[in-house]
């Protein structure tokens, strides 16, 4: 009776979907966060009787075969690289990227991290940090008598001060783009980490090369579309219900069995 053990995958498909869509609707809120989708695949077949075998009886191959599956199991967790919508905040170190790309910010063991999420702040001493301290790279600094900063679409970095016109640029933020954003490991805190499997890092200039530009004053919010995270709920949970089912249904029959004498 492999009944029982292929709705137990099957339940445990279901519980994977909903941990992944509950994360999902805890950062409905979170800045700059793409939301992931759980992937399924098959698992192995039973070839009680493989395609193309020759028929003993007859001596002629058989049209098609008889291949009990064994359940289902987690392929992938994908994430959704789709851009969530650009809400104004007019902080000056608010920075939406509007297209692709990421910032690159410096781990406290020197490590790079890449993130989307553009709340900067600013230390004690003028440098520009994520919300976790994390300095961003160039290590740009304001000068602590700076009226205003101003960032241009193309990432350049202007200090104005009492009695200029003209801003005095300190800096440039870059982006960074991957061949394989998907394969980027998640680390918390709105970073992400470089893997085999999203190539390496490829720095450059917002605007150029598919890289988005950067919006001054405003913030990316999260891609999660609550209404639709809502329905694949109900449905994973319909598919919860379904393979108990299956396991009560598979248990009567072994009770039945063991009751014939």
Do not use: C, W
């Not at 805890?26 to 800045?31: G, I, L, R």
């Not at 933020?173 to 980027?184: A, M, P, Q, V, Y």
């Amino acid at each position: 009776m492999q009944a029982l053990r292929i709705a137990a995958t099957g339940m445990d498909a279901q519980q994977t979907r909903v941990e992944v869509i509950s994360n999902n609707i805890a950062n409905m809120s979170t800045t700059a966060y793409s939301a992931r989708r759980a992937e399924f695949a098959d698992l192995h077949y039973q070839q009680l009787k493989p395609p193309g075998a020759i028929n003993s009886t007859s001596g002629l191959v058989a049209p098609a075969g008889v291949q009990i599956g064994l359940g289902v199991r987690t392929a992938a967790v994908a994430i959704n690289m789709q851009q969530g919508s650009l809400k104004q905040t007019g902080g000056d170190l608010d920075i939406a990227i509007e297209g692709d790309g990421f910032f690159e910010v410096a781990l406290p063991s020197g490590e790079p991290a890449y993130t989307r999420d553009g709340s900067f702040k600013r230390t004690g001493e003028g440098l520009i940090v994520n919300s976790e301290g994390y300095p961003l790279a160039g290590d740009i600094t304001v000068p602590f008598d700076a009226r205003t900063i101003t960032i241009n679409a193309n990432g350049d970095v202007f200090a104005y001060f009492d009695g200029q016109t003209a801003g005095q640029q300190i800096g440039s933020i870059t982006l960074t783009s991957f061949s394989n954003e998907k394969g980027l490991e998640a680390i918390g805190s709105n970073l992400f980490r470089e893997t085999a499997a999203s190539g390496p890092p490829i720095p450059g200039v917002p605007g150029l090369e598919g890289r988005g530009v950067l919006r001054q004053g405003y913030l990316e919010e999260s891609s999660v579309d609550v209404v639709q995270q809502i329905a694949e709920l109900i449905e994973a949970q319909r598919g919860y219900e379904l393979n108990s089912k299956v396991i009560t249904a598979a248990d009567q029959m072994l009770g039945a069995t063991t009751q014939i004498r």
